[in-house]
């Protein structure tokens, strides 16, 4: 590159910007990525969040919306062809199912390489085998450089599902801000309520993250362990279309004042130093943040076997994982760990260190550098 030539930009195409794991990954990479090596800017299909937007703290970062409609909106492919003609970018890095068709947009624009991330199924489709859906992924295939899915577990399923070649899939982790995201200190521990165990999760109030099976599971145990009705308490950080359902079922259970609802927050990180177990009831999963944000707050994980989560947890080093289909997993899991603190302590260190070892921010730039800079060296 000469001495007046700007680095390459890259276009992060996702669907909206705005609270949600996938969201606050594009945050994590646009802002850690080094300025020097590569531009970057944001389109997003159906518009942000302001707040959310204001997470991204470089200046030089265009975010524009193509401001798709609701359903079929043909004008949407014109308004983000005339987007990727504009910014000129060197690479469009799509996401999921609802961006994936823009990636012929885009070979229309003339982006010469383009790259498509898998981090997880719809709620409708648990194991991305929905007819239609793989019509649309394989339809896409020929207009993809390389795919980035963020498990083993979604880089298997490209290769079975959508026939990928091994040969274009790159697998990327998430990483987790380490600095942020860490144990509590020794006064915030004592500032806490006495003799209270605190469990915690955090995620979109959907059905797919099974909120209701972590109600039912307190409920269960409450049942049979009646003393820890002065102890045992749940919150659940996070908004979405069950949240009346969800908070219906609390006061049909008699859990009322032993389980708060918080919303949407952004002081996620703050929340979790309050928690002492923390639990991903998911039905499916690709990698969760949230379990990475917990590990590096020092908190044991309880989660479902599904997906990317035992890529992530450790059984019997970082957390618990119990089989979702075994409806006394979950409540086995919580009983275990409110009756063991040296247990939860020992989970909490040990996944702390598995994530300064191995899903770092530092390690997913890298990881994004190496693939952007593959496919720049060979335009």
Same mark, same amino acid.
Do not use: C, H
């Given at each position: 590159m000469s001495a007046t030539s700007r680095p390459p930009l890259v276009a992060q195409v996702i669907y909206r910007l705005d609270y949600g794991g996938l969201e606050n990954g594009v945050v994590n990479l646009v802002n850690r990525m080094p300025a020097e090596r590569y531009r970057q800017a944001v389109v997003c299909l159906a518009g942000f969040g302001r707040e959310f937007r204001n997470r991204i703290r470089r200046d030089d970062v265009e975010v524009v919306s193509i401001d798709k409609q609701p359903?079929?909106?043909?004008?949407?492919?014109?308004?983000?062809?005339?987007?990727?003609?504009r910014l000129r970018p060197a690479i469009v890095h799509t996401r999921n199912l609802g961006t994936v068709d823009m990636q012929w947009v885009a070979v229309a624009a003339g982006v010469p390489r383009r790259v498509h991330g898998e981090h997880g199924w719809e709620a409708s489709d648990p194991r991305g085998l929905n007819p239609r859906s793989l019509r649309i992924r394989r339809a896409c295939r020929p207009a993809v450089h390389r795919y980035?899915?963020?498990?083993?577990?979604?880089?298997?399923?490209l290769q079975s599902a959508v026939r990928v070649p091994a040969s274009r899939?790159?697998?990327?982790?998430?990483?987790?801000? +380490?600095?942020?995201?860490?144990? !509590? %200190?020794?006064?915030?521990?004592? *500032?806490?309520?006495? @003799?209270?165990?605190r469990i915690g999760?955090?995620?979109?109030?959907?059905p797919v993250k099974n909120h209701a099976a972590l109600l039912k599971s307190v409920r269960a145990i409450l049942d049979?362990?009646?003393e820890l009705g002065t102890v045992l308490r749940l919150t659940i950080v996070g908004d979405g279309p069950q949240r009346a359902a969800l908070e219906s079922m609390t006061r049909e259970l008699g859990l009322e004042g032993k389980v708060e609802f918080t919303g949407t927050r952004d002081d996620t990180a703050d929340l979790m130093r309050t928690f002492d177990v923390f639990v991903?009831?998911?039905?499916?999963?690709?990698?969760?943040? +949230?379990?990475?944000?917990?590990? !590096? %707050?020092?908190?044991?994980?309880? *989660?479902?076997?599904? @997906?990317?989560?035992?890529?992530l947890v450790v059984p019997d080093v970082t957390g618990l994982l119990y089989d979702p289909a075994d409806g006394e997993g979950l409540t086995a899991g919580l009983t275990r760990y409110v009756d063991e603190p040296a247990l939860r302590d020992a989970h909490g260190r040990a996944g702390r260190e598995r994530v300064l070892a191995n899903f770092s921010l530092d390690s997913m730039i890298q990881r994004y550098l190496d693939i952007y800079d593959e496919l720049t060296c060979a335009a």
């Open positions: 359903g079929k909106d043909p004008a949407a492919y014109v308004r983000m062809w005339r987007t990727l003609r980035v899915p963020m498990s083993r577990d979604l880089a298997d399923w899939i790159r697998q990327a982790y998430s990483g987790v801000d +380490t600095g942020r995201f860490r144990p !509590a %200190t020794t006064s915030e521990i004592a *500032a806490r309520a006495a @003799g209270i165990v999760t955090v995620g979109r109030l959907d049979r362990r009646s991903l009831a998911s039905m499916n999963e690709g990698i969760s943040n +949230t379990i990475l944000e917990a590990m !590096a %707050t020092g908190l044991p994980v309880l *989660a479902a076997r599904v @997906g990317g989560n035992p890529e």
